[in-house]
């Protein structure tokens, strides 16, 4: 994953007896993100550099932040990346980097100011001067985040793990994926954090919406990158168990991310799909109807051939023969086969699982 640049600003109250000498600038405001704040604190003129309270830009990227009184240290995190700034010094650090300051952070009327130059120089945001306004422009942040790329991350890591545990490796189902990918960007858009949605009820609904069958899931929010997530998962009873489940042969994962700093998650939610069976299919769906005797055959296996049945009945519980068609299978996981409903006009049951049958109903 990418970031383009990640800023974390901070303004903090402290006690402090050494005040630096420095000059207001009066009538400079701050903008962030096209949002005028307003400070109990104005930007002031260090050394003819352009210091900016920290805090109240911090609490509209929104980054989190720490004071260490005894060693005046100030801690800003922010997603995945750490800044330690120390009052009264030009060297800050941010990871594992270290980053020079023109000028000391400063204290004044008891809050932190740090350089203007460094908040886009050294975290990520672009800054710049209106003359005409007297107005500091800092713009967020864009995080450019590679969704499908985290997908497949996720996806091999559980087959790695299931792997060491001696089981089956899950099968990819795009399919599964998308339904994964709308539960996510569903969480993020209403801002909510649950498997039951308001809007498309709960896994088992959204997945047969679909035309899968019913699926565990498994969600997670806040985490920027797929190892911290699927280790978060693997650390939880219940998630571990619906990756490490032998019964499991299909798999879907959904990442969405947003550019909103104000997103309680930090704007990353994941999602991933789980249905159990040999043979999963596609098509045709769970109620259809049909007014010829070709039926066009279409799923997922995790076998080299799929045995499909056939079942001619005569109502929805209770069957009058059976027979059976022997699928291949690609190379993919996929099949697409077409199969004849030889028992003349009426109500017919397809299956290739225990998981998974889809009523045809023959015109």
Not at 8 to 23: A, Y
Request: with cysteine; glycine share 8%.
């Amino acid at each position: 994953m990418k970031h383009a640049g990640l800023v974390f600003l901070l303004i903090i109250g402290v006690i402090w007896s050494g005040i630096v000498d420095v000059q207001a600038a009066p009538e400079i405001k701050i903008q962030v993100d096209g949002k005028t704040l307003s400070s109990d604190v104005e930007p002031v003129i260090d050394q003819g550099r352009t210091l900016v309270p920290l805090r109240v830009v911090m609490e509209n990227l929104g980054a989190k932040v720490s004071y260490e009184h005894e060693t005046k240290t100030v801690i800003i995190k922010k997603f995945t990346r750490n800044m330690i700034l120390k009052i009264d010094s030009k060297e800050a650090r941010i990871d594992d980097e270290v980053a020079i300051l023109d000028v000391p952070a400063a204290i004044v009327s008891n809050r932190t100011l740090v350089p203007l130059r460094f908040v886009g120089q050294a975290l990520g945001s672009t800054v710049h001067w209106e003359d005409k306004t007297k107005t500091v422009v800092i713009g967020a942040p864009q995080l450019i985040f590679d969704t499908k790329g985290a997908e497949q991350e996720v996806f091999s890591l559980v087959n790695k793990v299931r792997k060491q545990h001696g089981l089956q490796p899950l099968i990819w189902v795009e399919e599964l994926a998308d339904a994964a990918r709308a539960h996510s960007q569903d969480m993020g858009e209403h801002d909510f954090f649950a498997h039951i949605s308001p809007t498309t009820g709960s896994p088992a609904q959204r997945v047969q919406s679909y035309g899968l069958p019913g699926a565990a899931e498994n969600i997670a929010a806040g985490y920027t990158d797929a190892n911290a997530v699927f280790d978060a998962w693997m650390l939880s009873p219940d998630h571990r168990g619906n990756i490490l489940n032998p019964d499991h042969r299909f798999i879907g994962n959904g990442v969405y991310c947003e550019n909103d700093n104000r997103d309680p998650y930090n704007g990353f939610y994941w999602t991933q799909e789980f249905i159990k069976g040999e043979a999963v299919l596609l098509s045709p769906g769970p109620e259809s109807t049909v007014t010829g005797r070709r039926l066009q055959v279409e799923g997922y296996s995790a076998e080299p051939e799929v045995e499909l049945t056939v079942y001619k009945m005569l109502d929805k519980k209770t069957y009058s023969e059976k027979y059976t068609e022997d699928i291949s299978v690609g190379h993919d996981g996929k099949f697409s086969e077409e199969i004849s409903l030889r028992k003349g006009r009426g109500l017919y049951l397809i299956q290739v699982s225990d998981y998974d049958l889809r009523y045809v109903e023959y015109q």
